[in-house]
């Protein structure tokens, strides 16, 4: 069954200072990988998303995400973070199959300090 | 474009009563999901609907059911309430395979 694993519960940064958020699937089959974001009391946004092709992608908010298919990861990274990026970070895989369920990880906060 | 409207936003129940939750997924979009939200267990899956059909369906319990209208809206209902289904319930709606889900707001279930 797929897994998806966020080694880091909490990632407390500086402003202005970069930050990565990791994340490793189990799976070795074709997968679709998403970044989703939780800020208090409110649903899941999509960050961004892997389907197929570039294995670098970008969110307009200038976070970006690197596919590696040999250490099965998908690292979120930000050069500079701000307080309002402060959230709950989800990485989510799809097996791409008949279904769309998501694998959820167990989230990763990010605390940014002024 | 409306998002993903789930209703009510929040709702206190009794042990052993039933609720039903409404989702509303984004116009066009077909296929549904459901997911429970808890602390301990974090973001689980519990079912997912497209044209009305259920095609995949999480580890839970009877107790937990759901349903697709032909207008892709979707009800889940959980009948004989018990403290740990206290949760945050997501909705989420997909245009396709692989796109990536909206997700609404969440509908904060607290059993007493």
């Known amino acids: ?114 | 474009k409306a998002g993903v409207t789930q209703t009510p936003r929040y709702l206190i129940k009794t042990r052993g009563q039933q609720v039903t939750l409404s989702c509303s997924p984004i116009s066009g979009h077909r296929s549904v999901s459901w997911y429970q939200q808890t602390p301990g267990q974090g973001l689980q899956f519990l079912f997912e609907y497209f044209s009305e059909t259920q095609r995949n369906k999480g580890n839970f319990p009877g107790r937990f059911s759901g349903r697709q209208f032909s207008n892709s809206r979707s009800e889940m209902n959980v009948s004989t309430l018990e403290l740990g289904d206290s949760a945050l319930y997501l909705c989420a709606s997909s245009s396709g395979q692989g796109t990536g889900y909206t997700f609404g707001s969440g509908t904060r279930l607290t059993v007493v």
């Open chain 1, 1 to 114: 069954a797929q897994s998806v694993t966020q080694l880091d519960s909490q990632v407390p940064v500086f402003e202005e200072a970069p930050v990565e958020l990791r994340c490793n699937y189990s799976s070795s089959v074709s997968v679709y990988l998403f970044w989703y974001v939780q800020y208090p009391n409110q649903g899941l946004q999509l960050l961004l998303k892997y389907l197929s092709g570039s294995t670098l992608v970008e969110s307009i908010n200038g976070f970006e995400a690197e596919f590696n298919k040999s250490q099965t990861s998908f690292h979120l990274r930000k050069p500079s973070v701000h307080i309002s990026d402060t959230a709950e970070y989800f990485c989510a895989v799809s097996d791409g199959g008949a279904t769309n369920k998501l694998i959820f990880g167990t989230g990763t906060l990010l605390a940014v300090q002024p």
